[in-house]
């Protein structure tokens, strides 16, 4: 939670983000770095006529992560 307090900088995200959590705890996907978690996602896919489809409803990544591009990463998998 350290994470979206630091990054997120309006109240309203950082209440929205615990509200999806909190509800739709499987949605969130976390991503460490030497022990410390560096970005954080809050999404949703599912397979549809045989292609799939989603959302992001949140994504959260420090601010040295922002510059390498690199978020991308969390959808590869």
Request: one cysteine or more.
């Amino acid at each position: 939670m350290c994470l979206v307090d630091e990054e997120l900088s309006k109240p309203y995200s950082i209440f929205t983000y615990r509200y999806l959590v909190y509800l739709w705890p499987q949605l969130l996907s976390l991503v460490f770095h030497r022990g410390r978690c560096v970005r954080t996602v809050v999404c949703k896919m599912w397979e549809h006529r045989n292609t799939f489809r989603g959302y992001i409803a949140m994504l959260v990544v420090i601010k040295p992560s922002r510059i390498r591009g690199n978020t991308w990463s969390l959808f590869q998998d």
